[in-house]
């Protein structure tokens, strides 16, 4: 966020994509923390990654301090919904 003024066009709404959970065994992830842009950006700043989500997700919004219960929560919720990783 220290860097934010050096994306142009962002919405001001923070994301953060996690990989699913594949099995027990999966013990680590991908874990991205960012911000939203409207529209594709054509230059890129130093040391940042622009990320295009097309796949179906699940969301949840809350505190960045609550972020391990967030995405417990969501787990279980997308688990009880019938939604599974492919």
């Given at each position: ?30 874990y ?17 990654e ?37």
């Open positions: 966020m220290s860097r934010l003024n050096e994306i142009s066009n962002h919405t001001g709404t923070e994301i953060c994509l996690f990989e699913p959970k594949k099995d027990d065994k999966h013990l680590e992830g991908d991205y923390v960012g911000i939203i842009v409207p529209d594709s950006l054509t230059e890129l700043p130093s040391g940042m622009y990320i295009e989500v097309k796949d179906e997700f699940v969301v949840t919004r809350g505190s960045i301090m609550e972020i391990g219960e967030l995405h417990s929560k969501l787990g279980e919720w997308a688990k009880e919904q019938g939604y599974y990783t492919k």
